[in-house]
């Protein structure tokens, strides 16, 4: 079974439009950790939050914000006024706490499109 | 701070060639390294996660004999694609962490390398 989910494959807005990616997550572990990565066109995996199960804060970075659920077991990621930069690929990712090496389970990723 | 060095970033070789990928980490001890592997428009799929001094530990489905994964120290783990063939051209990244010293430390992740086999 998939334990991290990632339903919207492709999504495109135009320029300064909101766009917000969905990420579901399944574990058992009481504790466990929530990630999101950026894979822009060049393929780097660039860090852009990491949660953990304890915080349900939510996380307002630039235009970037963070909504934890665990009632729905959701993070989703909001980019707030959408620039062409903005296009890349988002991975939300998930380590648990009973793995014991850090080891990340990926969603499939959401490959976001931004139209100038 | 925690820097991961991948190298190369891109590769393009004939078939039947081995290759070797090195991804050091620069600033910080790596006890544990990952090596994943990514086909266009998929998500990273985990390959083996190597320890330092110990076996690596490969994931259902990939070739030992394939992908040989060494993690001597603990700043450089490397993987060789041996015998390459074109089925075997994909973006390989890897990322390293250290698990042991803290208790959630994330992974730190590689630029990738490209590999293309002719």
């Known amino acids: 079974a998939q334990k991290v989910t990632q339903a919207q494959t492709e999504i495109s807005v135009v320029e300064k439009e909101d766009v917000t990616l969905d990420c579901v997550y399944e574990t058992r572990d009481t504790t466990y950790y929530l990630f999101w990565y950026k894979q822009p066109p060049s393929g780097e995996l660039v860090f852009l939050i990491r949660r953990n199960s304890f915080d349900e804060q939510n996380e307002i970075s630039g235009r970037y914000s963070w909504n934890f659920q665990k009632s729905t077991s959701s993070f989703n990621f909001t980019i707030t006024a959408s620039q062409v930069v903005d296009s890349a690929v988002y991975f939300c990712?998930?380590?648990?706490?009973?793995?014991?090496?850090?080891?990340?389970?990926f969603g499939k990723g959401n490959q976001v499109v931004v139209i100038p | 701070g925690a820097v991961v060095s991948q190298h190369p970033s891109w590769v393009i070789c004939k078939s039947g060639t081995s290759v070797k990928i090195e991804c050091r980490s620069l600033d910080f001890q790596a006890t544990t390294m990952f090596w994943y592997r990514q086909f266009p428009k998929q998500s990273l799929m985990l390959m083996a996660t190597s320890n330092e001094g110990s076996k690596a530990t490969y994931e259902q489905g990939v070739e030992k004999d394939k992908f040989l994964i060494n993690h001597a120290s603990l700043t450089l783990s490397t993987l060789t694609v041996t015998s390459a063939h074109p089925e075997d051209s994909s973006f390989y990244i890897c990322?390293?962490?250290?698990?042991?010293?803290?208790?959630?430390?994330?992974?730190?992740f590689g630029d990738g390398t490209r590999l293309s086999i002719l």
């Open positions: 990712a998930l380590s648990e706490a009973g793995e014991g090496n850090n080891r990340l389970a």
């Open positions: 990322s390293a962490t250290n698990p042991g010293h803290y208790s959630n430390q994330p992974q730190h």
